[in-house]
């Protein structure tokens, strides 16, 4: 049996649901994108151009529901499927969009530079528990108007996995679908399999900016996979409570769902969010928060009972160095958002609020991936019954180390980590070097980054957005791109 | 004085409605506005902030002593103003151009209003003319602006360029806060001050008025 976890059920999911339609055709949302004001105009919505306001109908959103698909799946730059969005699958991907790095050798953090975000690549393009990468750091070397389109640019010439992504501006968006499209070969083949999914996040309360809303129809327009991150703050910008921020969060939610289908019906959407408590004795939004967690994993079921996969910023921490308060933090997430089944679980290598990447967290969180995707494969009996024979072969043979039934189910039942968790005892663990977790990480980073093999992407596409990136710099004066090793 | 150390007691508990009555009390007793400014109110919010940093009160409590302070504030404001001196000093904030994030800058807003600070609010996503141009006109002495993009930040500095370029970076001072930014960051752009926090914000601001 697959073991998992619920917070709401029906009944108290169908009231908040009920309220957030209630919010969505009473108060309405304010979408700040004439475009977007215009198409829910043309649907019949009732539209106040001036307070850039929209009250929806029932029917509008309902319709919207009607066409979002129930699942959908990611392809790798090759075409090969590597996620598959339905039911209880989990899938684990970096958090995403780091504003700084925490150096292993200083212990600070600082800006990014290329060089972080080709080793951040290396590294997870062979961690086996992380299914897609995300545009994890803005490499700070470049000009700011392209760091969004160049990480993006990084991350298809150097790793096979699909991207989760997104823009800054409403321009970066036409730079970053032609990278796909230069990978996919035709619209047609990039509709077929998706690539990358956009974050395109509502500003709670209850709003839309012009650049994300557009994001979302732009995204639409191509069938590019988005992911709503909504991000209500109980206590602060949100109800306190948590059943108030879900019904913020499912508004929100919602009037994303209905920008998108309304655009193009049947464009692939995870129901995601990056909602907190928001602490007020530090003025901090903790994500490393339990009641956080909880929002989550209840949003998750929100978007189950709505019949579209999830997504969360769970698995990450608040901790400003890779310790203990970073892998409790992030364990339990981990474990969280696997039993609620939450889809696309976006956080690993994150610390400080969203704010600080950590290639050496990275890969202790690879091994927190693993043991948790071990963990919701549940316990199931193989070959147990009837039990006498095993016993017997027991007792008889002293011990079951070479028993046949051991051989054949010793790597099913048992995860095997790797050399980020150490399990020898203290007098090996001694002989080994006594490392602490943070040395073996350096060490697992490094000796992935040296094990590296190139992207087995088309060279003549490599160099067809490299061409498209560089054409992109010029546009902005970056006359020639940083050195990439 | 009996008076103002009950208006500090009762901003502390955050009850709007007796602070401004006892301001009141104050005034027809002919209690300056300066007197109660000071040993009134700002020594109720001194003992809040204290209270705050310490964790024995949280956020919500420092709002409701803030809300108190600001109808304190409405009663003696308009003597200061006939006098032609601002209570505390005027500070202009927004979040800068391109960047939507603006809670931070909202609290500090809510924070430093209820310092007793004027407050010009000038929104997000606000041009560095804009907050040079409206500092200028409102004679504000201090800038406040918030960044929470990598790709926005650098805003600031056009800011504080252009403070320098007019003369002006004597007399309006500059306070930066935001997740991308730091001290050093303030530093190598000329700012004043780098707030981590809202509460941080509210105490380099009196330094720098
Ligand atoms: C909430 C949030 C949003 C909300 C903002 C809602 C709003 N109305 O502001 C929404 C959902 C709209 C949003 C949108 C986006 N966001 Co955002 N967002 C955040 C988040 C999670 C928290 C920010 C926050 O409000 N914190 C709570 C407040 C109270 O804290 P604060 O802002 O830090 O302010 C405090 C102090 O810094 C200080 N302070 C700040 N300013 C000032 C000013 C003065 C004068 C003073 C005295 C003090 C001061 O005092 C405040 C109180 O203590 C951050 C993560 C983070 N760690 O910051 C990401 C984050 C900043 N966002 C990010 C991104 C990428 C985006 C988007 C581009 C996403 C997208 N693709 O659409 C868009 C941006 C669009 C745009 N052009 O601006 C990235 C930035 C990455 C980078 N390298 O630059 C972050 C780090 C998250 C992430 N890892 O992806 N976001």
């Not at chain 1, 910023?313 to 039993?339: F, H, M, P, R, V």
């Not at chain 1, 027991?394 to 790597?411: A, G, P, Q, V």
Request: proline share 4%; aromatic share 8%.
């Amino acid at each position: 049996m697959r073991p998992t976890i619920e917070f709401l059920g029906k009944n108290l999911i169908q009231q908040i649901v009920s309220e957030a339609y209630l919010i969505l055709c009473t108060l309405g949302i304010e979408i700040h994108n004439k475009n977007v004001l215009e198409m829910f105009s043309d649907h019949g919505a009732k539209v106040d151009i001036d307070k850039s306001r929209v009250i929806f109908k029932e029917d509008i959103i309902q319709k919207a529901l009607k066409s979002a698909p129930k699942s959908f799946k990611l392809y790798d730059v090759n075409g090969n499927e590597t996620n598959d969005f339905s039911g209880y699958n989990v899938h684990f991907t970096p958090g995403s969009t780091s504003i700084n790095v925490l150096d292993y050798k200083t212990k600070q953090i600082r800006k990014p530079v290329t060089d972080d975000y080709i080793n951040y690549v290396k590294v997870v393009s062979q961690l086996e528990h992380i299914a897609s990468q995300s545009t994890a750091l803005i490499p700070a070397d470049v000009h700011e108007n392209i760091s969004d389109s160049y990480r993006l640019f990084l991350s298809l010439l150097y790793c096979e996995k699909p991207v989760v992504t997104g823009t800054f501006t409403i321009d970066s968006f036409e730079i970053m679908k032609d990278f796909q499209l230069a990978v996919r070969g035709s619209e047609k083949a990039l509709r077929e399999k998706p690539l990358t999914v956009f974050s395109c996040c509502p500003t709670s309360p209850l709003k839309w900016s012009d650049v994300t809303s557009q994001n979302v129809v732009d995204c639409a327009r191509y069938s590019i996979p988005v992911e709503f991150i909504s991000m209500p703050l109980a206590g602060f910008m949100a109800p306190v409570t948590l059943v108030g921020t879900l019904i913020q969060h499912t508004a929100e939610t919602l009037s994303g769902i209905v920008i998108s289908q309304l655009t193009n019906p049947g464009t692939p959407m995870l129901y995601g969010g990056s909602p907190a408590i928001f602490d007020v004795r530090f003025e901090t939004t903790p994500m490393g928060a339990i009641e956080t967690m909880m929002i989550d994993c209840a949003y998750n079921e929100i978007g189950k009972y709505l019949g579209i996969p999830t997504q969360a910023y769970i698995a990450l921490s608040d901790a400003k160095q890779l310790n203990a308060q970073a892998g409790l933090e992030s364990g339990i997430g981990a474990t969280l958002a696997a039993l609620a089944g939450i889809n696309n679980i976006s956080g690993p290598g994150m610390l400080d609020f969203e704010s600080c990447f950590s290639t050496e967290k990275l890969v202790v969180d690879n091994e927190i991936c693993k043991q948790v995707l071990r963990l919701v494969k549940g316990i199931e009996p193989k070959e147990d019954f009837p039990a006498l024979p095993i016993f017997e072969e027991l007792l008889k043979e002293k011990h079951l180390l070479i028993s046949e039934h051991t051989r054949k189910y010793l790597r099913e039942e048992h995860s095997f980590p790797g050399p980020v968790i150490n399990r020898a005892n203290r007098a090996r663990w001694k002989e080994m070097g006594e490392f602490t977790l943070e040395e073996r990480a350096h060490m697992e980073v490094e000796e992935l980054v040296n094990s590296y093999k190139p992207s087995t992407l088309a060279e003549d596409t490599k160099r067809e957005i490299i061409n498209l990136m560089e054409r992109e710099g010029k546009k902005y004066g970056q006359t020639s791109l940083p050195d990439r090793y | 004085m009996k008076i103002l150390k009950q208006v500090a007691e009762y901003l502390e508990k955050g009850d709007r409605e007796r602070v401004y009555e006892l301001t009141g009390q104050a005034l027809e007793q002919n209690v300056s506005a300066r007197q109660i400014l000071d040993d009134g109110l700002i020594a109720g919010m001194k003992v809040v902030g204290d209270r705050f940093r310490k964790h024995e009160i949280f956020l919500p409590e420092v709002l409701m002593a803030a809300r108190a302070m600001n109808a304190g504030m409405d009663l003696i404001k308009p003597l200061f103003i006939k006098e032609g001196v601002t209570a505390i000093g005027k500070i202009v904030i927004g979040t800068v151009y391109g960047d939507l994030h603006d809670l931070g800058k909202n609290l500090a807003g809510v924070m430093l209003k209820g310092a007793g600070f004027d407050v010009i609010d000038l929104g997000n996503n606000v041009p560095a003319q804009k907050f040079v141009e409206t500092a200028e006109k409102e004679n504000a002495t201090v800038i406040g602006m918030s960044a929470l993009l990598t790709t926005t930040m650098m805003e600031m500095k056009n800011v504080t360029n252009l403070l320098k370029d007019k003369g002006l970076d004597k007399s309006i001072k500059t306070i930066i806060g935001g997740a991308p930014v730091s001290e050093e960051y303030a530093k190598s752009i000329g700012a004043d001050a780098y707030a981590y926090d809202a509460a941080s914000g509210v105490e380099l601001v009196k330094q720098l008025v």
